[in-house]
């Protein structure tokens, strides 16, 4: 069920009541309960794949510690004492079947994700292959549709498991608790993406009813409704006019486009995890922050520090640190060293996991060619950053220019803005070509006419939902640069007076009620015309 | 110390490691900063910094990053 349907909220009503009102011992067992439930209704068969990622994991973080414990007790033989040699054989031989037991584990959870997700991406790229070779090849594709959430939960189990290896956890003995760190309903359709030291003792713990808790969890559900479905869902119309029609639109047209984009998505992505994040504030669990005023970015690896949160948290701790650490990338530390000197030398390892990480997160977001070019667009960017760093900095002085002021920032900010706008057309297009051919037709003209010759009532918005749509960004952007100032916004309205709370909500909530899309047949204008 | 504060300032020349705590948790040094400088200490010192000992604890100060590396000599 979709988090902003009606249904939803029923269920969520329940939800809330009984939590508050069992006995806090069942309080983990009940949202087990919820969350499956709430899995259920995406499609039976699906909670098959959840099933099976839960078991491996469960019994391989299990496997893991046992082995662990055969070696301390075989170390710790005092019967019988080990020599150097023979202590060091056995540690050998329990770090060879740990790294056995994780990459079947590994192969396994990611294969039943890689399998539905990249098989025919693989196969058609097969397929045009074989035909440039003329080859009579056609591998029959899938029909398939991919289980609720299975991005999100599989790179969650995969933390898991490797924490459990890097010793950095004990494995949960408790299958119906691990369960539930997988199958937590809030976070499953789009995270964020959970560390079990983060999380797992948090759904665990007995939660009470705390009024501050649930009236901010409340509200910051009511501003993740706002951003979706005044914002977000208002912004997709105009934006499914132009890239439905891509070809029809030029110039600044489809810049129009990709910048409304942009606010969508931000606007749908991070309105859902304030919903997530609320419905588990008020139930006293604690997830992760997944944006953090990304737009304020004043770099791209900032921007990926501050947008999308947890995947790049994931990305680093488990794909960027490993490779940049490991032994092959110190030996490519050293080569590069000794042939490109020792400035660009030791900057060459660091550039390649950089990139191989991002085409990771860029592969991550689908099967399609065009997100391997989003995921190399961003890698190579932060690459050439981080290469010619020393050498704009240079500039920098030279130029004397003030780093330490408003327009600094701002030309940072712009100059970060544009470059994750063009990251952008990669998303939306239907695949490479078309995202390509976006960007040629976007600076084949420059037409500023379109702000005022009607283009842009052509898209489905009138007058109205532009100017809805002005106040509701300007109010964003308020919030949000009061927020980036280190302001809390909810602390800050529980300390106003009685009339001035309770109009900030019936506000919230009647613009959410009144302004949201809720769908075509639904006209708010009409609404509120005929209410009134 | 004086050593790791030197290595310190060639990776970050822009802060002052003596006063500065929290670089970690206060997002002060990025992933760039820390494989760059987890390479020059394995070095430096002739340790193995492995993925395991990446935690905000053993990077947070100058001062708990001297404690890493004493541990890791001693291994």
């Known amino acids: 069920m979709s988090i902003t349907s009606s249904i939803f909220l029923i269920f969520l009503f329940f939800v809330f009541l009984i939590y508050f009102l069992i006995p806090k011992k069942f309080q983990w067992i009940f949202l087990l309960i919820a969350s499956y439930i709430f899995y259920l209704f995406s499609g039976f068969g699906k909670i098959l794949f959840l099933l099976f ?33 023979q202590r060091k054989k056995f540690k050998d031989s329990s770090k060879r079947k740990k790294r056995i037991i994780l990459i079947c584990a590994l192969l396994l959870v990611l294969g039943i994700l890689g399998v539905p997700k990249y098989y025919n991406f693989f196969a058609q790229n097969f397929n045009s292959l074989a035909n440039v070779f003329s080859l009579d090849v056609d591998l029959s594709l899938l029909k398939y549709l991919l289980p609720l959430g299975i991005s999100f939960y599989t790179f969650q189990s995969v933390g898991y498991i490797i924490d459990i290896n890097r010793g950095k956890i004990k494995a949960d003995r408790n299958f119906a608790k691990f369960a539930l760190f997988l199958s937590f309903f809030p976070q499953i359709v789009q995270g964020p993406i959970s560390r079990y030291d983060q999380l797992a003792h948090q759904l665990y713990e007995p939660h009470s009813f705390n009024y501050e808790r649930v009236k901010f969890g409340l509200q910051l559900m009511l501003w993740g409704f706002f951003k979706k479905l005044v914002i977000a869902d208002r912004l997709s119309i105009a934006v499914n006019s132009i890239f439905g029609n891509s070809f029809q639109y030029e110039g600044l047209s489809i810049f129009i486009g990709v910048l409304f984009f942009s606010f969508q998505m931000y606007c749908d992505f991070s309105g859902g995890i304030d919903i997530a994040r609320g419905i588990a504030e008020s139930m006293g669990i604690s997830l992760v922050e997944n944006f953090r005023r990304p737009f304020f970015s004043k770099s791209i690896d900032e921007y990926w520090r501050r947008w999308h949160i947890s995947l790049g948290d994931w990305m680093r701790d488990y794909v960027f640190y490993p490779l940049a650490l490991s032994k092959t990338f110190a030996r490519l530390g050293k080569f590069s060293r000794k042939h490109l000197g020792n400035k660009i030398g030791k900057i060459i390892p660091i ?16 099967p399609y060619w065009k997100y391997v070019a989003f995921g190399t667009y961003y890698g190579l960017l932060i690459s050439i950053g981080l290469l010619f760093k020393p050498f704009f900095q240079k500039i920098v002085r030279a130029l004397k220019i003030n780093t330490d002021c408003f327009s600094w920032r701002l030309t940072q900010i712009s100059f970060v803005f544009t470059a994750t706008t063009i990251g952008r057309y990669f998303v939306r297009a239907d695949g490479l070509r078309h995202a390509l051919q976006l960007l040629r037709q976007t600076f084949s003209i420059f037409n500023p006419w379109i702000f005022y010759d009607g283009t842009l009532l052509n898209l489905g918005l009138r007058v109205e939902d532009y100017y809805l749509l002005l106040i509701s960004i300007l109010f964003l952007i308020l919030l949000e640069i009061l927020k980036e100032t280190g302001i809390n916004i909810r602390e800050k309205i529980s300390h106003q007076n009685l009339v001035f709370r309770w109009s900030v909500y019936l506000i919230g909530i009647f613009a959410v009620l009144i302004f949201g899309i809720y769908g075509q047949e639904y006209d708010a204008v009409e609404f509120i015309y005929r209410g009134f | 110390m004086e050593k790791l504060l030197g290595i310190l300032s060639n990776v970050r020349p822009d802060i002052d490691f003596s006063k500065t705590n929290q670089l970690i948790d206060n997002g002060v040094l990025d992933s760039f900063d820390i494989v760059m400088l987890v390479g020059e200490l394995n070095e430096e010192f002739d340790i193995k910094i492995g993925v395991e000992n990446l935690v905000p604890d053993n990077f947070n100060s100058a001062d708990a990053i001297m404690d890493l590396i004493s541990r890791l000599q001693n291994e």
């Open chain 1, 53 to 85: 990622t839960t078991s491996i994991t469960f019994f391989t973080g299990i496997l893991l510690e046992k082995t662990d414990a055969e070696l301390e007790t075989i170390l710790n033989n005092n019967v019988k004492p080990l020599s150097k040699e």
């Open chain 1, 351 to 366: 550039i390649i996991a950089n990139l191989i990480t991002f085409m990771a997160v860029g592969v991550w977001h689908g």
